[in-house]
């Protein structure tokens, strides 16, 4: 693939975090931005109009998660190369996209240091993986073996309030937002924090925030189902 034409869209729910990123790729010679998606629907949108070289999506994206859009583009789109961004840059994360069928990952938290090194390497048919993640021990919460396994005896003991909290934390909503969002007060949802922390044994308030985020990288939620009635 020629750096003279490669062609770029980009993906994520944070406008901010969406507009640094994009600034950053125009200011790569050789690089196109063809395309700012929201979300993966958008982004499959403009895939099915126009595809691109390279696609860089984060693996947290509303409805239909990054991973499963990795998916999507690795069977749609075979010659399209694909960069995921993680907020944690965890094994479990790597596995996730490399299962989906990425080609790197770059940890959010190193993304000034690594993007323009991860975006030459994939571009160009190389792969790349975040150091640090592939450095790190898988975590133990204290049932061993893989993140999975791991994950899901302890957040089965949730009461399906408690899930949907947990889901909305591990989007990096504020007790605040999620209280909004379901229409709750906010003492409700610091009520639910609590005994999510206690059910899951997280000491402090980033423990479980990594564990939320953890647990929708390796278990996504489904697509929202509409409740329109059928003719």
């Known amino acids: ?14 406008p901010m975090m969406r507009a640094g990123l994009a600034a950053f790729i125009r200011s790569l010679r050789g690089y196109a931005l063809v395309f700012e998606a929201n979300s993966a629907e958008a982004a499959l949108h403009h895939m099915r109009q126009a595809p691109v070289h390279l696609l860089i999506t984060d693996i947290l994206l509303p409805a239909m998660s990054g991973v ?4 999507t583009i690795h069977h749609e789109f075979p010659t399209t190369r694909v960069l995921m961004l993680s907020g944690f840059d965890t094994p479990a994360a790597i596995k996730s996209a490399r299962d989906a069928g990425a ?5 959010k938290m190193s993304v000034t240091k690594d993007l323009a090194d991860a975006i030459t390497a994939v571009a160009n048919g190389k792969e790349f ?14 049932y061993g073996g893989d993140s999975a396994s791991m994950l899901r005896p302890r957040s089965a003991t949730l009461s399906v309030r408690e899930k949907e909290v947990f889901r909305y934390i591990g989007k990096g909503l504020s007790s605040k937002n999620i209280a909004q969002t379901l229409g709750l007060s906010i003492r409700t949802i610091d009520v639910h924090r609590a005994n999510i922390k206690r059910k ?7 423990e479980l925030l990594k564990y939320a985020v953890l647990a929708n990288e390796l278990d996504p939620p489904p697509p929202a189902v509409s409740l329109s009635k059928k003719k």
Do not use: F
């Open 1 to 14: 693939m020629s750096k003279s034409n490669i062609l770029v869209g980009l993906v994520d729910d944070h």
């Open 68 to 71: 499963d859009l990795a998916r």
């Open 103 to 107: 080609n790197g990952l770059v940890s």
């Open 129 to 142: 993986w975040s150091a640090s993640a592939k450095a790190q021990p898988e975590p133990d919460y204290g």
């Open 200 to 206: 899951l044994g997280t000491r402090t308030t980033s």
